[in-house]
């Protein structure tokens, strides 16, 4: 069958390899796609990303399975266009999708529903916003109300980063926020202390089957310092999530979730991400939803996952996941995010990426920012721009396989954090 995947990043890349080694697979698309999946006769990029067009393509290709990546096309209705028009598709609608297109939304939501979480408010004056900063003081977390590619969120520790944090996103938009409907709006919410991990379930809108566990690290440098990202490196197993944390998420959180949705008149299908902050007694709280995999979650899950994903995904669509059990890899899987010169303020574009080595069971480079030029060489084109991935009995020996492989990789001005899986260790 065809399979289609929507996006263009790492998740993307990823997505097409796993769907790829599916014996049902003969032919996997993926739009518009970027150097890495341009580079492997195993996919065919397809350069459209306007979404009646691409339906009207997957129409006429007979696309069997469409499966879709980022954020931004599940916000603009993709998965609603294509079931209009008897497609399947794995992906929330865009009134489901408004749990992570809109922070707003899944805030109200999660408080209707007694789901754990930060208090918050929500503010579209600035001034109003820097009152209620000086009331709470910090550190205090700032969120942009829309779609800003993992950027979107503050972990101000002074006054100052909370002040500039709200002038970014409600003046001056620097973050780039794609703002929903009624202008720039940010939610501002009390600190949580404690450990973040990520928790990806799939859903049929009434079903739950959950992934791997897993943990990444969003700040840009080494010992979780400097500015946030949208993540550079992850590994699964997560070892923070115990089974009691895994049970409480899926009681406290997950099925709430569910339930909620389903209550509300809209049910949730497709990849539910829930960004959790576990506290010293075990005791979780819901950080964020997204709604879709992570990035770069998806890279190391998806090496640990043995189970047919095309299969899954069927299921998922057919709302057949209570008949599904997926099977796992026993080893670590560990990747690290290559950046580009200047990332994440102003990552530089146009370097020439060499030293890249062949696929791997056991090693993928997953391409996210790159493109390859008239010559065929690729080259960078965004923030992050690969995710070398490896398998290894241990988070050590991935951490040494891992950086094995990145240091033979070559473009100017890279940088990698070199201590991606420290908490694994630690815990």
Known sequence: MKILVIGGGGREHALAWKLAHSPKATKVFVAPGNGGTALSNKYENVAITDVVQLREWAQAQKIALTVVGPEAPLAAGVVDEFRAHGLKVFGPTKAAAQLESSKAFSKAFMRRHGIPTADYDTFTDPVAAHAFVERLGAPIVIKADGLAAGKGVVVAMTLQEAHDAVDFMLVDNKYGVQHNDGGARVVIEEFLSGEEASFIVLCDGKNVVAMA????????????????????????????????????????????????????????????????????????????????????ETQPILMRLKSDLVEVLLAAVDGKLDQVELEWDRRTALGVVMAAAGYPEAPRKGDAISGLPADADDAMVFHAGTVLDEAGVPRTSGGRVLCVTVLADSVKQAQQKVYDVARGIHFDGAQYRRDIGYRAIKN
Do not use: C, W
Request: hydrophobic share 30%; glycine share 14%.
């Open 213 to 296: 566990t897993s943990q990444d690290h969003k700040r840009l440098k080494d010992g979780d310092e400097g500015p946030n990202t949208g993540g550079m490196g992850a590994y699964s197993p997560a070892p923070v999530v115990t089974a009691d944390v895994h049970a409480r998420a899926m009681r406290e959180i997950i099925l709430p979730t569910i339930r909620g949705m389903e209550k509300d008149g809209v049910p949730f299908t497709g990849f539910l991400y829930a960004g959790l902050m576990i506290d010293s007694n075990g005791h979780t709280k819901t950080l964020e939803f997204n709604t879709r995999m992570g990035d770069p």
